[in-house]
């Protein structure tokens, strides 16, 4: 495990410097915010919509989750969050559709866009360039442009929060200053506690990243924002740390998942258990929490309770998603492996492309 401590062999692993990615992310939410605020979107307020439908995939799409999950308790309207070619149906004239792309070139997400058009949809398009900025500019639509030269998923900072105060910006949403500077302020402590050169025995990240080593991870939210965070840290360790986990939420799991682990247990023991709470949850879901852990601990190798930190949904949402992104890197050096490269999605685009010819 001297690997998270040892500053030079980082840097030879992490060739692009994805862990200076994680470590950056508090500037980049700062960044963002001042993005939201000086984009161009003055066509769109002041208006009102039937429904809001963001669009993206993997890194991009996450913000449509988290977005999604933050603000259903005060949007007047539905919100639907699509990870697919093809919009519902009942996405049609009088919605507002927001295609988030960091490339700007995801072909699910240029699919659906284009049906919104031809729906009479409203748009708003987030990306660092691409196709979808181009279409929207022929469209007359609005774009907002992000900074280039990052992997998705190392530029969520900027797709979810530029995203999700252009919301408030349309008065879609209300966002209270000051959960916004809590939630920056939390990020700021945190960054100081997980960086490179806070010791592995001081580091929480570095900690996390050393107790899921060598074990697959299961990850269990509650519905809601640590629903959307529980997926975010799946997919942070699929693409940092190449590595297999599985994700799920209270309290759906609790009707099927919670009986699965009674068999199998020869192989589950090699399996490692997180679970996010937070001091807000109600008393029939800390229970459910509380009890499914009792029921199934001895079918883990280990179970790790995270809590969630802050007062807002926002900084609660950022604080666990932070510790997760940045986790997930250092478990990939654990595992001798560059963080960066997705070679295999490469791989499949460049087969899907063929079809294009």
Known sequence: MEVLDDLEKIRRLDKQDMLGVEENFYNQLNHAKDIARSAKISSLEGRSFAGIAVLGMGGSGFSGDIIKSLILDRADMPVEVVKSYDLPFFVKEGWLVIAVSYSGNTEETINALKQALLRKCELLAVSAGGAIKEIAEKNSKCHVALPGGYQPRGASGYLFFTTLLLLDRLKIISIAGDDIEEALNLIKIKTSIYNRQAPAESNPAKKLAVQIYDRLPVIYGVSGYLSAVAYRWKCEINENAKCPAFWGEFPEINHNETVGWQNLDKITEKMVLIVFKDDAFSEKIKVRIDTTVGLVRGNFDDVIEIKAE???????????????????VYLAFLY??????VDRIAVLKAQLSKLDK
């Not at 802050?310 to 997930?328: E, F, N, P, Q, T």
């Open 336 to 341: 001798d492996t560059d963080p960066t490269p």
């Open 310 to 328: 802050g007062s807002s949904g926002l900084a609660k949402a950022l604080s666990v998603m932070y510790l997760g992104d940045i986790a997930s």
